[in-house]
C-alpha cells in the first residue's frame, strides 16, 4: 500500500497543495547525486533555479538576457559597495558613520553612484527595487525595461543574439 501511495503522488506533481507551494516548486531543480556504486542515484538534491527576483523575471520571460544581465551586474555592485539595508542594531556613537564618510569610495561604490546618475528617479526606484531588494516590479514594467536598457548600454553588455 505504501509503494502504491508513494508511485501515486510521484505521478502526479501538477498537484503541489497552495498557490504559494507551487511558485516555490517552479523555481527547484532536483539534482540525482550519485552513490559508491558506479552511476547509482543515492540521493537526490533540490538546488534553487531562481536566485532572486531578476532569474524569476527571466525565467518568465518579462526581461530579456542583456536586461537581466545588467540587473545582477548592478546588484553585484550594490552589494560590494555594502548599500543593503542594515538588519542589525548599532549599539555604538555613530562611529562607524565617521570613518564611512571619511574613507575614498572604492569603485564599486563609484559604479553605483554613476549608475544611479544615469537613471530617472522612477527608474532608480525600479532598479533598486527589483535588482537589489527581491521586491515586485513595478506595475508599469517599461520603467524597469527603460532603466535596464540604460545600464546595460552604458556597461557594454553585449545584445540578446
Given amino acids: 500500500m505504501r509503494a502504491a501511495k508513494r508511485h501515486a503522488v510521484r505521478r502526479a506533481p501538477e498537484d503541489q497543495g497552495s498557490p ?3 511558485r516555490q ?3 527547484l531543480v532536483l539534482e540525482p547525486l550519485t552513490g559508491p556504486r558506479q ?4 540521493a537526490c538534491r533540490a538546488r534553487a ?3 532572486c527576483r531578476l532569474d ?3 525565467s518568465q ?3 530579456t538576457r542583456q536586461q537581466a544581465e545588467a540587473g545582477l551586474r548592478f ?3 550594490h552589494l560590494a559597495a555594502g548599500r543593503q539595508p542594515k538588519v542589525t542594531m548599532s549599539y555604538g556613537p555613530r562611529g562607524d558613520r565617521i570613518w564611512q564618510d571619511q ?9 553605483v553612484d554613476e549608475a544611479l546618475g544615469l537613471l530617472a528617479p522612477d527608474g532608480r526606484r525600479a532598479v533598486l527595487q527589483v535588482c537589489c531588494l527581491d521586491g515586485e516590479p513595478p506595475a508599469e514594467i517599461v520603467v524597469l525595461h527603460r532603466a535596464l536598457d540604460r545600464l546595460a548600454k552604458h556597461w557594454g553588455v553585449p545584445a540578446d543574439a
Fill in 25 to 27: 516548486a517552479q523555481g
Fill in 103 to 111: 574613507a575614498e569610495p572604492g569603485p564599486d561604490e563609484i559604479a
Fill in 39 to 42: 552511476g547509482a542515484a543515492a
Fill in 61 to 63: 520571460g518579462l526581461v
Fill in 49 to 51: 533555479r531562481i536566485e
Fill in 20 to 22: 504559494e507551494r507551487a
Fill in 56 to 58: 524569476q523575471l527571466r
Fill in 75 to 77: 546588484r553585484r555592485h
